[in-house]
């Protein structure tokens, strides 16, 4: 099992819908939550981190925690075209070790 | 404030031989952290350096190691190459290296073993 699993994707919306990207972990160590965005031949970019459980919300961004569950989530509303990408999340140990989930692609169709 | 650099950003080499990546973090930036990217295995850790100290390790090969240098800078380097060293090498600078602390990629190294 891999530290970080995420939903296998791939992942299709229209344009305005909301994306729901999920994300278990099971390093009880994990402190907080990552989610980045990689657009194709580009690098890693952070979106948003968490570490409380709840709600963060940023713009169009929601970021979810449950630390019980082990589960983190990421929704996307009024999805737009330039959203398509692949969504990777990772979680980190206060040890300096962040480990990623293979991630997400979605495609935002217009 | 200048992101992280990485040199070179392309890199063709032959089987057998060895390679060196550079990475210069974020001003600051104390963690360096390597990644793998290929498209069958994602994003595989590499190791995290710390104060120049290597504070954490992924599951690769002794063929993969690295430094880092006291103005933070870090290198990388794969001696006897294989055709499967192929990828995207990124690192990653944090400020602190604990898990709060958000990390920033660089563009990345591409790759090539022939």
């Known amino acids: 099992q891999k530290e970080v699993e995420q939903n296998s994707g791939p992942l299709s919306v229209p344009e305005g819908a909301i994306a729901s990207l999920n994300c278990t972990y099971s390093d009880r160590g994990s402190q907080s939550f990552f989610w980045y965005r990689q657009y194709s031949g580009k690098s890693p970019e952070l979106i948003m981190f968490?570490?409380?459980?709840g709600d963060k919300e940023d713009g169009r961004f929601t970021a979810q925690l449950n630390k019980a569950s082990q589960y983190v989530s990421l929704l996307i509303r009024d999805s737009q075209p330039s959203d398509s990408a692949t969504y990777l999340c990772a979680g980190g140990t206060n040890a300096g070790k962040s480990t990623f989930g293979d991630g997400t692609t979605l495609t935002v169709k217009p | 404030k200048a992101g992280v650099t990485q040199t070179p950003r392309y890199l063709i080499k032959t089987r057998g031989q060895q390679v060196t990546l550079s990475c210069s973090p974020i001003s600051g930036h104390r963690s360096v952290s390597w990644y793998q990217q290929t498209p069958g295995q994602g994003l595989q850790f590499l190791f995290e350096?710390?104060?120049?100290?290597?504070?954490n390790k992924g599951n690769f090969p002794g063929r993969f190691s690295g430094r880092q240098f006291s103005n933070s800078r870090s290198e990388m380097n794969v001696s006897t190459l294989e055709l499967g060293d192929s990828a995207l090498y990124l690192c990653?600078?944090?400020?602190?290296?604990?898990?709060?602390?958000?990390?920033?990629f660089g563009q990345g190294t591409r790759l090539t073993v022939v």
């Open positions: 968490i570490y409380s459980n």
């Open positions: 990653a600078s944090s400020f602190t290296g604990t898990g709060i602390s958000e990390a920033f």
């Open positions: 350096y710390f104060s120049e100290t290597q504070r």
